[in-house]
């Protein structure tokens, strides 16, 4: 598997940045555009890197933000996409507030992607063969900052990618906002006995507290796993205790940056 870094907050020497994610996957069977940041950002990062965004089999969104679903609107009208994942609730009207309320969704309408086939789920589904993707993550709602209309966004509309080769599991998470731990004891369930081999994340721990930092650090420590790629909105704090907690295993990649794992 090798993951390109199209969007990130940062970028190396010769990349653009910005805020948001997008990540190409390519597998032995697939290549998978995961996000697609806020802008063309991504589509000219791919370019840089020589990734063909024509070769996209599968587009996957995390959820219905703006810095994760705003570019998807500029994806080439011909493509040979299968379908577009996503579920069925990412269109809704998002929120945030801080501390004015404003529009944190995307600004296009789900009609304006004619040129694109949806594939719209619910809790569960498997896209292709050893190609998962996973919502409706069960978690406490103790955040006040993000509403869809005037209820607190319970974020069930967030989903989890989930790539297996050889009996181990790698995730993509776009933020997290349901909780790092919440969604993966989720994937714990769904797939028992199988290793989490690599996590690559939008951690939401941007504000988050020194505490809250560590212990999340203690938590991913008793995974097991084989590498750590903090990305996003994990914020400078939790990404240097992460580097600092786990060494080699903590990779902190930016827009430009591609990995084999």
């Known amino acids: 598997m090798k993951v390109s870094v199209l969007t990130n907050d940062l970028s190396i020497k ?3 940045n910005e805020h948001g994610l997008s990540l190409y ?3 032995s069977k697939n290549n998978i555009l995961f996000d697609t940041g806020q802008t063309t950002l991504y589509l000219k990062n791919a370019k840089k890197l020589n990734v063909d965004i024509l070769n996209v089999d599968y587009i996957v969104l995390s959820h219905g933000h703006y810095d994760h679903m705003g570019g998807l609107i500029y994806f080439p009208k011909k493509n040979n996409v299968k379908e577009v994942v996503l579920h069925r609730d990412a269109f809704i009207e998002k929120f945030a507030r801080d501390p004015q309320k404003r529009f944190n969704g ?6 304006d992607l004619s040129f694109l086939k949806l594939l719209e789920f619910e809790n569960f589904l ?3 063969s050893n190609f998962y993707v996973i919502s409706n993550i069960i978690h406490p709602i103790d955040q006040n900052k993000y509403y869809v209309r005037e209820t607190l966004d319970d974020f069930h509309d967030e989903l989890i990618l989930v790539l297996e080769e050889n009996n181990e599991l790698t995730l993509f998470m776009g933020c997290s906002h349901y909780g790092v731990k919440y969604g993966i004891e989720r994937i714990k369930k769904e797939f028992p006995n199988k290793k989490i ?3 690559f994340a939008g951690m939401h721990l941007i504000n988050a507290s020194d505490e809250e930092i560590s212990n999340i650090g203690k938590y ?3 995974l097991d796993f084989d590498l750590l790629v903090p990305l996003h909105c994990t914020g400078e704090r939790a990404m240097k205790h992460f580097k600092k907690l786990y060494l080699d295993k903590c990779l902190l ?3 430009g940056d591609e990995i084999k794992c």
Do not use: H, R
Not at 106 to 111: E, T
């Open 25 to 27: 996957i390519n597998t």
């Open 106 to 111: 995307v600004l296009y309408k789900k009609s």
């Open 197 to 199: 081999k690599n996590i």
């Open 14 to 16: 010769g990349f653009d």
């Open 220 to 222: 991913l420590n008793t």
């Open 126 to 128: 498997e896209v292709d």
């Open 253 to 255: 990649l930016q827009a």
